[in-house]
């Protein structure tokens, strides 16, 4: 299994976490998502994340879907959100998942967090806690997480610690904080890869501010990794059309409390895994939600009738 570095680049997919109607993990679907990912276009994925229901899974599930998830992904890289109240618990699941092949972990800053030393400080902490060997993506989610991480800072904290490679960039708005990344890098600091969150609303623009790639899970792999490679090819109007015809559907994802439901809904339509259903507590589709999103699929698919 190959680790992440500060030159991955492309599309790493946050995978959803199938369940079944009793809220049991469905192993099945959950090969079946992990191939439908990659025939999708994902370069890898990214598990265990807010949108993968980790806080509903004990320590024990957690390591058997990193487990199951790493063996049918076969060699492409895996990171494995690790995010945790305590350093006990990172520790934990940061080794086993290691042990298990995966590619790299990611952390998200606890909401406690409120000054620039106390985010510096905690991120010291992880590295000390779990060593300087393990690959970490730094998630900036503040819409999240309530932490608002500067661009300043963040520089600080990639200086202080090599081993974190990636930043899993969430900030909203926060195009410029890419743009201060990468000229800060040009004035000599080290490089980190930058992949892009926030289920690809601006993907197209992040990655002429210089992303690397996407770190999401919108249900339409294969957008993400069009838009990323006509980014890259410099086809900048052609990477804007194609996202385009996907733009009413991840804008519909925005819901607060709706997103998963959403996304869950359409990836079982697509065949990729049994059922919607979600871990309690879990938002549902009311039948009204369902036809909004059935229409914009439909509308979704005569618009890319039209571009081929």
Not at 293 to 303: F, G, I, P, W
Request: charged letters at 25%; one cysteine or more.
């Amino acid at each position: 299994m190959s680790r992440i570095t500060s030159e991955t680049k492309g599309v790493f997919v946050i995978g959803v976490t199938p369940f079944d109607q009793n809220g049991e993990i469905d192993f099945n679907s959950l090969d079946r998502v992990t191939d439908f990912y990659y025939e999708k276009g994902a370069d890898g994925l990214t598990i265990l994340g807010m949108m993968g229901e980790a806080p509903k899974l004990t320590q024990s599930e957690s390591i058997e879907i990193t487990r199951c998830t790493i063996k049918r992904s076969a060699g492409k890289p895996v990171v494995v959100g690790v995010s945790a109240p305590g350093m006990a618990a990172i520790s934990e699941l940061t080794k086993a998942v290691m042990d298990l092949g995966a590619a790299g972990v990611m952390v998200a800053p606890p909401s406690t967090l409120r000054t620039d030393e106390q985010i510096i400080g905690y991120y010291r902490n992880v590295i000390e806690t779990i060593g300087t060997d393990v690959p970490v993506v730094l998630q900036d989610f503040p819409l999240a997480t309530s932490v608002q991480i500067s661009s300043k800072t963040l520089g600080n904290i990639f200086e202080a610690h090599p081993s974190i490679v990636m930043l899993k960039h969430e900030d909203w708005p926060g195009l410029q904080k890419i743009s201060d990344l990468r000229a800060a890098e040009a004035n000599g600091r080290r490089r980190v890869s930058i992949l892009a969150g926030n289920a690809g609303v601006f993907l197209p623009e992040e990655m002429q501010r210089g992303a690397d790639g996407a770190m999401t899970g919108f249900p339409f792999p294969e957008m993400m990794a069009d838009v990323v490679r006509l980014s890259q090819e410099g086809k900048v109007e052609e990477a804007h059309d194609r996202f385009d015809a996907y733009l009413p559907l991840v804008r519909y994802e925005q819901q607060p409390g709706l997103g998963l439901a959403v996304r869950k809904y359409v990836l079982a339509k697509r065949g990729a895994i049994a059922t919607p259903a979600q871990r309690r507590p879990g938002s549902v589709l009311s039948p009204v939600a369902v036809k909004e999103v059935e229409h914009l699929l439909s509308r979704q698919e005569a618009k890319l009738a039209a571009l081929k």
